[in-house]
C-alpha cells in the first residue's frame, strides 16, 4: 500500500453521512470460512439517513444547492432506499422532493411501510409509474423537471440511484477511509484483499473502483449485481469511471474495462426477489453476529459471496471487506416472506 497518498480534487460536499463509518471483523464467520471477513459499516452512515446512498448525496446535493435549485426528482423501485435517503437529506437542506416510483399498477399503489413510509412522512411527493413508463425514467424525469420549471420551480435531478460521475465521489471517498481503515488493522502487510459490495445502480461499484486506484490501496473491487447483468454494469460503471475521469480530470492513467469486476449469477427470480437460502442466511448473520442484512442489496450480495468461498476458498484472497450498504427499511415490509424463517 503506497503511504503518501495524493491530493484528491474532490468537488463541493455536504456533511450528511456520519464517516468515517466503523470497519468491524466478523469473527465467527471468519472461522467458519477460513478467510478474514470485515463489514464496512455504511449502514451506520446515520439512523435514517443509513446506507451507501448518503454518502453520493453529499456530492449531489451539494451540486444541487449550488445550482439554486428549490426541488429534488429522482426515480426507483417502490421502497428504494435511494428514494427515502433523497427525500430525507433533501428534507434537511429545506428542499422539496418530487419521487417517481415504480409499481404494477398506479391506480393501486403499495401500501404506506418501509421506505415509503418515511419518503411520506419527510413530506416528498410521490408520483407512481408503470413498469413501462419506468423504462423510460431519464424522459419521465425530465417531463417532471419541465412541468416543475412551468410553475416557477428550479428543480434538480438526479439520476436512480444517485448513480452518476458526481455521485460516484461519494465511494472516491470511502475508498480513502477504506485505506487508513486497512493501515489500521493489525498483521495488515503482505494480505491481499477484495472489497465486495452489491451492485445495484452501479454508482458504488464506480466509486470503489476509482477511489482505489486514486488512492492507490492495493485491493481487488468486486460488485455482486443484484439486479440485470455483469454485461449491463460492465458498460454501466465503466461508463460512469470514463466521465469522472473526464469530467474531474482524474489522474488514472489508461484506465480499462478489465478494472472492472462483477460477478454474475445471484440476481435469483429478480430485483427484490430473494431465495429461501438468502433469507435463510440473512437469519443466520442476525443470529450469529448481530448483523441486519436486507433482502435486496447487501443480503444477496453477502450469499453470492460465500457461495463463491464454498466453491473456492481463496477466491477473494486473504481477506474481505464486505461494504453493509444499508437497506434496513426495505426488510421492514417483507415480513410475510421472512416469518417462516423465525
Ligand atoms: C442497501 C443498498 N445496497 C446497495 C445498493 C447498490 O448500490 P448502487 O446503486 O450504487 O449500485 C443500493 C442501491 O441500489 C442499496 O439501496
Not at 257 to 283: P, R
Not at 298 to 324: C, S, V
Not at 330 to 342: C, D, I, N, T, Y
Amino acid at each position: 500500500m503506497k503511504k503518501n497518498r495524493r491530493e484528491i480534487p474532490y468537488p463541493a460536499r455536504l456533511n450528511l453521512a456520519r464517516t468515517p463509518t466503523p470497519l468491524e471483523p466478523l469473527s465467527r464467520l471468519s472461522e467458519e470460512l477460513g478467510v478474514e471477513v470485515h463489514l464496512k459499516r455504511d449502514d451506520l452512515t446515520g439512523a435514517e439517513l443509513t446506507g451507501n446512498k448518503v454518502r453520493k448525496l453529499e456530492f449531489l446535493l451539494a451540486h444541487a444547492l449550488a445550482k439554486g435549485s428549490d426541488t429534488i426528482l429522482t426515480c426507483g423501485a417502490a421502497q428504494s432506499n435511494h428514494a427515502r435517503a433523497t427525500a430525507i437529506a433533501a428534507a434537511k437542506m429545506g428542499l422539496n422532493v418530487r419521487l417517481l416510483l415504480r409499481t404494477r399498477n398506479p391506480a393501486k399503489p403499495p401500501p404506506l411501510e418501509g421506505n415509503i413510509l418515511l419518503d411520506r412522512l419527510v413530506g416528498a411527493e410521490i408520483i407512481w409509474l408503470t413498469f413501462e413508463e419506468y423504462g423510460r425514467r431519464t424522459e419521465m424525469l425530465e417531463l417532471e423537471a419541465e412541468s416543475l420549471r412551468g410553475s416557477g420551480k428550479t428543480p434538480y435531478i438526479i439520476p436512480e440511484g444517485g448513480s452518476n460521475a458526481l455521485g460516484a465521489w461519494g465511494y472516491i471517498r470511502a475508498a480513502e477511509e477504506l485505506a487508513k481503515d486497512l493501515e489500521d488493522l493489525p498483521g495488515n502487510n503482505h494480505k491481499s484483499t477484495t472489497i465486495i459490495h452489491a451492485t445495484g445502480s452501479g454508482g458504488t461499484t464506480a466509486g470503489l473502483v476509482l477511489g482505489v486506484k486514486l488512492v492507490g490501496l492495493d485491493a481487488r473491487v468486486v460488485g455482486i449485481n443484484v439486479c440485470n447483468d455483469r454485461n449491463y454494469f460492465m458498460e454501466v460503471v465503466y461508463q460512469i469511471c470514463n466521465t469522472a475521469i473526464a469530467d474531474y480530470q482524474l489522474e488514472i492513467p489508461f484506465f480499462r474495462q478489465e478494472d472492472i469486476h462483477i460477478i454474475d449469477g445471484y440476481v435469483g427470480d429478480g430485483y427484490g426477489k430473494a431465495s429461501s437460502q438468502v433469507l435463510s442466511l440473512l437469519v443466520q448473520i442476525a443470529r450469529t453476529e448481530g448483523i441486519i442484512l436486507d433482502p435486496v442489496y447487501t443480503g444477496k450480495a453477502f450469499y453470492g459471496m460465500i457461495q463463491e468461498l464454498r466453491r473456492n476458498p481463496r477466491a477473494f484472497g486473504d481477506r474481505i471487506l464486505f461494504m453493509h450498504t444499508g437497506g434496513i427499511f426495505g426488510l421492514l415490509p417483507m415480513v410475510a416472506q421472512l416469518e417462516s424463517f423465525l
